[in-house]
């Protein structure tokens, strides 16, 4: 079955601190992805990898295939990055399968 | 920076009814895809497209939907008799090839009564 667990579903930091969300997959995939999802729903793609790290800004992404595990990252979380993150593996490269997210607040 | 662009943004309708969902992708993206997100919980795929047809669809879309890219920019999914447990965020999203990044529009909610 192509589930997609993540997590923690809540998270609560302080400003300035460092986060870690993880995601995990019970079989092989083609390609995995982070999402950003904004109180009024709208979807940004932060991140595809199909293996290593990629970066960008104060977000990273890495994903370890034999493990079948990704995390996103962020350092020096701000208030604005206050949003639904989602895991997402893509099978085929064409269907999807979506986590259930991760609530993530980040307090002043 | 290039955008999908989805309408309306919320829709409503009363159970039985046909409905259309726009899209319009980012212009050199080739691959195209319909996701749904009924209220608090996973986002979904629905199916995805190019090359003018469906390459791949979920056991979600039947018989009742329907996707068309009518005019070469615009990518519509069609309901055909819509149920209130279609009610839901429907979103779009492109890329210019499957091994690349999705763009996604900003969805539609749909609203069956």
């Known amino acids: 079955k192509n589930e997609v667990e993540q997590s923690p579903q809540n998270l609560t930091a302080q400003e300035g601190e460092f986060i870690t969300i993880n995601c995990s997959y019970s079989v092989g995939i083609s390609a995995l992805h982070w999402l950003q999802q904004h109180p009024g729903g709208g979807i940004v793609s932060l991140f595809m990898l199909s293996s290593g790290k990629k970066k960008h800004g104060r977000l990273i992404a890495t994903i370890n295939i034999q493990e079948k595990h990704s995390s996103l990252h962020i350092t020096a979380s701000h208030p604005r990055d206050s949003a639904v993150y989602i895991c997402a593996a893509s099978y085929n490269n064409n269907d999807m399968r979506f986590g259930a997210g991760t609530r993530l607040t980040v307090k002043p | 920076e290039p955008e999908v662009t989805q309408t309306p943004s919320h829709q409503v309708t009363q159970m039985g009814q046909e409905v259309i969902l726009r899209c319009v992708p980012i212009?050199?993206?080739?691959?195209f895809y319909w996701y749904r997100q009924i209220l608090g919980q996973k986002v979904e795929f629905l199916v995805s497209?190019?090359?003018?047809?469906?390459?791949?669809k979920s056991e979600i879309f039947d018989d009742q939907f329907s996707v068309e890219r009518p005019d070469g920019s615009n990518f519509t999914l069609k309901i055909r008799s819509t149920k209130l447990e279609d009610s839901a965020m429907y979103f779009c999203?492109?890329?210019?090839?499957?091994?690349?990044?999705?763009?996604f529009g900003s969805g539609t909610r749909l609203t069956v009564v």
């Open positions: 999203a492109s890329s210019e090839d499957r091994n690349y990044g999705y763009t």
């Open positions: 497209f190019y090359n003018n047809e469906i390459s791949e």
């Open positions: 212009s050199n993206h080739l691959y």
